[in-house]
């Protein structure tokens, strides 16, 4: 059973910091790559991080350049996100992705975790 578990959201004032993990199960981890998506109410779901495997390149959305970091350690099956800086406009439900390296046919979603960046 594929599964991946988001944790490590909550509430922030703003310029903290938060650190989101993602644990993933079910699939052999480092054949995907891994990404961070956010969605605010009424909004699209926006890509916010991204990191690919075995290569561990990685992108992110000009809103969060140089305030985020997205890591993977393939051993552990865990992606992380280091948010620093936040902003209002970081508040959103973060999900976790995972896309297999051949192509976006095989992708899983995790159930999300909200981050509220707020005084």
């Known amino acids: 059973q594929v599964q991946l578990v988001e944790s490590g959201g909550g509430l922030v004032q703003p310029g903290g910091s938060l650190r989101l993990s993602c644990a993933a199960s079910?699939?052999?981890?480092?054949?995907?790559?891994m990404s961070w998506y956010r969605q605010a109410p009424g909004k699209e779901r926006e890509l916010v991080a991204h990191?690919?495997?075995?290569?561990?390149?990685?992108n992110y959305a000009d809103s969060v350049k140089g305030r985020f970091t997205i890591s993977r350690d393939n051993a552990k099956n865990a992606v992380y996100l280091q948010m620093n800086s936040l902003k209002a406009e970081d508040t959103a439900v973060y999900y976790c992705?995972?896309?297999?390296?051949?192509?976006?046919?095989?992708?899983?979603w995790g159930q999300g975790t909200q981050v509220t960046v707020s005084s």
């Open positions: 079910g699939f052999i981890f480092s054949t995907y790559a």
């Open positions: 992705n995972a896309v297999h390296r051949s192509g976006a046919l095989y992708t899983y």
């Open positions: 990191i690919a495997s075995p290569s561990g390149s990685t």
